[in-house]
Structure formats: structure tokens, C-alpha cells
């Protein structure tokens, strides 16, 4: 559950802020759609997510790049600055690598100021391309960097581990090369156990995780044709709920473009009031209903004026018939035969009343005759009647003129 951010919105959380991404072509997408959101009021572009190594864009910088390829050392990193705020990307193809190390290693001596927010993922290329022991070495990595965190970072930088969005059955594109092209059909299952496995390491050394994949999951129709990477208005969706996210953490009100209870609870619940977290299980409409104590039960009785529910219709003839065959009918009065007998089931729905093709009420233990596939006649007793599915009552019990019996007989 996210808020709605508009461009001043997201200027003023940003103010004299430094934000800083690291991860694959899905958190550059975030990174462009948050400078786009930070000069327009209106939804990125698609044709703009897909280029890269641009000179320039949006008046930022591209400080660091390599050529354009599918390896595992290609490079981009660039600079947004902007009056008091400031944005980096860099593009990485390992959560662990020496350019982090280095960067923290700057930090941790006071040679370069900490970011305030850092935001980072890189979850495909880490189980993808880094051979068969990539998803181990993603394992050790994922320890490693979140103790270089502990070790480097001060308290005050917020650390947003972003979890892979899911991915298609069958996607291609840069990140599978000819040589891994057999895991895009078990990739979106390792993605999940990744994803899993990393928002423990996270979460266990006091950092932040926002599960992208859960937001999304519900959003794959709006995903690329490639199965990877997303259209403009899921990348939108992401921003939304990386400054929400950060508005929270930081204890900043939020627009207030968008209301709902369970954001309004968590924000109360995050600025220390006394507030529950309520998840509605019923639509916005009926949230506010009285619901009935569970602790009782409730018996529902059917008054004798209340007419009964036929499973079909009777024609007048039948009618007739029914109340002509009254007299001979057992008085209700006397009380129902004894249940739980052997091949007996109690006769427990009493509303629904059974009747032969000549109108007759049929008894709970009045046997029924239908043929089977040689026409040979076959008895059966009434409460075997009721253990069949009601759709089939009509085509295998009220119409006994055809001599064969249906396929399932």
C-alpha cells in the first residue's frame, strides 16, 4: 500500500537529500521514473526506460560508462543534481563488488560523505550470470555486504533492499545470453527463493526490505514483452511505494493523495501512537458493517408458511396428482426413522422435497430404479440419491423414459 506522490511532493521529501541506486536495468527504470517524477507531473515515457548510456538525461550526468554489451563488467553510472538534491545510479551485475567496497571503505574513513538513502537490488544477475555456484556465492555475498553496512554505514543512512520483480515463464533479452537460455524456464522460482532468502539476511542486520515482488505480483499483465523488465505505469507504482516507504521511515506526513485504512494505520503506528493495524477482509463498503459474534451460533428457522423450493418445475397434472396422493402420504406428525443405519444417511434437507415423474414425493428410503448401459434395471435407496451432485439429478432420476443411463452410470 503506497501514497500517491506528485512532483512537489517528492521534492519536498527529497529536500537536501542524497539518494543513491545501485542494481540492474530494473532499479535504473526507478531511478530514471523518480527524476521524471521530480520535473513532470506525469508518467515516464516508455521509448525513455529503454535507452541507456545516454549523454545526458534530464540534466543529468553520465559519469562512468563502458560499451554497450551483455557482459558481465558492462558500467554506467550517473549523477542527478539538482538544487539540494541529490541522485546516483550505478549499475552493478553483483551485490558484492569493488566499487561498493571501495565507496564504503571512503565512508567509513570520512574521506566521502554517507548517503542518506541508499536503494539497491541485483538479484537476476548475481543467480544468473555467475556460473553454477552463483546462487551460492549470492549466499556469502548477500553476509558480507550487509556486515560492510554494519561496519561502514551510520545509523542515520536508510539501507532499502528492493526484492526482484517476478519475471516471466519464458523471457529473454540481455540478461539471458545463449549460454544460460535453459534457466528461463526456473527462473521465476529461484527468483522467489532469492528473494525469500535475501529479506532474512536483511532484515536480520536492522535494515529495510521493500517487497516489490508482492506489489507486483498482481501486475504482470502490465509487464514488458520481454518478461523482465515493466511498462511505465508499474515503474510509477514502484516509485510510489519507494517514497512512501521513505516517508515512514523518516516520520515525514505523507500527500495525502490517496486514502486508505490500512496506510493511514500503518503511518499512526509508525509515529508511535497507539494504533492497529487492520487488514479488512471484506470490500471498503462493508468494512464498516457489524459483523455477528462469531462465539454463537445462529439457527436459522423456516416457518411452516414459508413456501418450499422446488429442484424443478411440476405441471398442473402433477400437481394434482401430488394432492390426490396426500391421504396415503406418512402424517408429518410422526417422527422421521431412525438415522445412522447401515448404507443410511439422515435425510438433512428437509426444504428440498424429491419427486418421481408422476409428481410423487419420494421417501428418504423409497427406492429409486434407473438402467444401466444394457438396460438392465438397477435399485437403489433414496439417500444414495442425495449423495449424487445436484446437477445431475434431473438427467439421470426425472427422466426415466430413456432405457439407457448416462456415461458416468
Same mark, same amino acid.
Not at 73 to 81: G, I, K, L, Q, T
Not at 93 to 100: G, K, Q
Given at each position: ?20 541506486? %545501485? ?17 513532470? &507531473? ?68 570520512? +574521506? ?39 561496519? /561502514? ?14 519475471? /516471466? ?7 539471458? #545470453? ?10 521465476? %522460482? ?28 498482481? $501486475? ?19 516509485? &510510489?511505494?519507494?517514497?512512501? !516507504? ?11 493523495? %490517496?486514502? /486508505? ?14 494504533? +492497529? ?30 413456501? $418450499? ?33 447401515? &448404507? ?11 419427486? &418421481?415423474?408422476?409428481?410423487? #414425493?419420494? +421417501? ?19 439417500? %444414495? ?7 445431475? !439429478? ?16
Amino acid at each position: 500500500m503506497s501514497d500517491i506522490f506528485l512532483k512537489k511532493d517528492a521534492l519536498n521529501l527529497l529536500k537536501k537529500k542524497h539518494v543513491v541506486f %545501485f542494481g540492474d536495468s530494473n532499479v535504473r527504470s526507478l531511478y530514471k521514473d523518480l527524476l521524471w517524477l521530480m520535473n513532470k &507531473n506525469s508518467l515516464i515515457e516508455k521509448e525513455v526506460l529503454k535507452r541507456k548510456l545516454e549523454k545526458s538525461y534530464l540534466e543529468d550526468t553520465l559519469v562512468k560508462c563502458s560499451a554497450l554489451h551483455k557482459g558481465r563488467d558492462f558500467e554506467e553510472v550517473r549523477r542527478y543534481e539538482r538544487g539540494n538534491v541529490c541522485v546516483e545510479y550505478s549499475f552493478i551485475t553483483r551485490c558484492w563488488n569493488s566499487s561498493i567496497e571501495r565507496m564504503m571503505s571512503a565512508i567509513k574513513q570520512k +574521506e566521502k560523505p554517507a548517503p542518506d538513502v541508499i536503494v539497491m537490488n541485483s538479484c537476476l544477475w548475481d543467480i544468473t550470470r555467475w556460473g553454477p555456484n552463483g546462487v551460492t556465492a549470492y549466499r556469502d555475498n548477500m553476509v558480507k555486504l550487509m556486515k560492510l553496512f554494519q561496519s /561502514s554505514l551510520p545509523t542515520e543512512t536508510l539501507v532499502i533492499w528492493t526484492t526482484a520483480p517476478p519475471v /516471466s515463464t519464458s523471457c529473454f533479452g540481455a540478461l539471458l #545470453v545463449k549460454q544460460v537460455e535453459f534457466l528461463q524456464h526456473t527462473l521465476r %522460482f529461484e527468483v522467489m527463493e532469492a528473494n525469500m532468502f535475501a529479506r532474512q539476511i536483511v532484515v536480520s542486520h536492522g535494515f529495510d526490505v521493500l517487497d516489490i515482488h508482492h506489489h507486483l505480483r498482481m $501486475q504482470i499483465h502490465r509487464r514488458a514483452t520481454d518478461g523482465i523488465h515493466w511498462l511505465p505505469m508499474p515503474v510509477r507504482h514502484m516509485t &510510489n511505494l519507494l517514497l512512501t !516507504h521513505i516517508a515512514l521511515s523518516w516520520n515525514v506526513p505523507l500527500p495525502g493523495n %490517496f486514502h /486508505s485504512r490500512i496506510l493511514e494505520s500503518i503511518q499512526n503506528h509508525e509515529t508511535g501512537d497507539k494504533a +492497529e493495524i487492520v487488514f479488512p477482509s471484506l470490500p471498503p463498503a462493508l468494512v464498516d458493517a457489524e459483523e455477528p459474534d462469531r462465539g454463537t451460533t445462529v439457527e436459522l428457522k423456516h416457518p411452516a408458511s414459508q413456501p $418450499q423450493v422446488k429442484t424443478h418445475r411440476i405441471s398442473g397434472l402433477m400437481q394434482r396428482r401430488k394432492k390426490n396422493k396426500k391421504a396415503s402420504r406418512v402424517p408429518p406428525s410422526l417422527p422421521h426413522p431412525p438415522v445412522n443405519k447401515e &448404507n443410511v444417511l439422515p435425510r438433512s434437507h428437509d426444504l428440498y422435497e424429491r419427486y &418421481n415423474k408422476y409428481g410423487e #414425493v419420494l +421417501e428418504p428410503w423409497e427406492p429409486v430404479t434407473l438402467y444401466n448401459n444394457y438396460g438392465e434395471p438397477i435399485t437403489m435407496k433414496q439417500p %444414495f440419491y442425495r449423495m449424487i451432485k445436484r446437477p445431475w !439429478h434431473q438427467s439421470l432420476f426425472h427422466r426415466q423414459q430413456r432405457k439407457v443411463a448416462p456415461y458416468h452410470f
